[in-house]
T-cell receptor, first 111, second 112 residues
Framework: GQQVMQIPQYQHVQEGEDFTTYCNSS?????IQWYKQRPGGHPVFLIQ?????EVKKQKRLTFQFGEAKKNSSLHITATQTTDVGTYFC???????????FGPGTRLSVLP | NAGVTQTPKFRVLKTGQSMTLLCAQD?????MYWYRQDPGMGLRLIHY???????AKGEVPDGYNVSRLKKQNFLLGLESAAPSQTSVYFC???????????FGQGTRLTVV
């Protein structure tokens, strides 16, 4: 079935450093979503990308959808302690009905 | 609006016991989902519903049953709990398919 991979699994950064997580799919995706889950919390929707090569920004967060629509990335500029959490990408399953979540990238930010 | 509410938040079960997790949403969403989250494995879909009175199997449905008798509620049942069902369970709802998902706070279930 549809698989969505994410790297890295863990990332430790010093506050102020940049951070990037990558999401890869074996098949072309019609769209992709990103979620953030704080420790002990629940996933919260960040953004959805639909167009090939699309780039969207939310303050210090930059989201990109690959030209081939098989990969995506989330880049955080100048991380802050509030960025701590696990970032998940999610792509449609083979039937295009539900989202399949990647395993997530856990970000820790050292003050 | 409360969004998506799950009850209970924590539960400890003995092997073989049964229980029902309740999910309620007040956003008039058509679609509802039950996921389980285990360390390093992300969120895996157990069952979902595309409307009142309908249910369908997800990726890991074995050992679980669901019901959607009312549009706003989605129940997840464990008939005979097993230690392998120890997990954090999340309910979510969406307006339509492949749209933004709203998650509940989660239920941490331990089966001993």
């Amino acid at each position: 079935g549809q698989q969505v991979m994410q790297i890295p699994q863990y990332q430790h950064v010093q506050e102020g450093e940049d951070f990037t997580t990558y999401c890869n799919s074996s098949t072309t995706l019609s769209n992709i979503q990103w979620y953030k889950q704080r420790p002990g919390g629940h996933p919260v929707f960040l953004i959805q990308l639909v167009k090939s090569g699309e780039v969207k920004k939310q303050k210090r967060l930059t989201f990109q959808f690959g030209e081939a629509k098989k990969n995506s990335s989330l880049h955080i500029t100048a991380t802050q302690t509030t960025d701590v959490g696990t970032y998940f990408c999610a792509g449609p399953d083979n039937y295009g009905q539900n989202f399949v979540f990647g395993p997530g990238t856990r970000l820790s930010v050292l003050p | 609006n409360a969004g998506v509410t799950q009850t209970p938040k924590f539960r400890v079960l003995k092997t073989g016991q049964s229980m029902t997790l309740l999910c309620a949403q007040d956003m008039n969403h058509e679609y509802m989902y039950w996921y389980r989250q285990d360390p390093g494995m992300g969120l895996r879909l157990i069952h979902y519903s595309v409307g009142e009175g309908t249910t369908a199997k997800g990726e890991v449905p074995d050992g679980y049953n669901v019901s959607r008798l009312k549009k706003q509620n989605f129940l997840l049942g464990l008939e005979s709990a097993a230690p392998s069902q120890t997990s954090v369970y999340f309910c979510a709802s969406t307006r339509g398919d492949l749209t933004e998902a709203f998650f509940g706070q989660g239920t941490r279930l331990t089966v001993v």
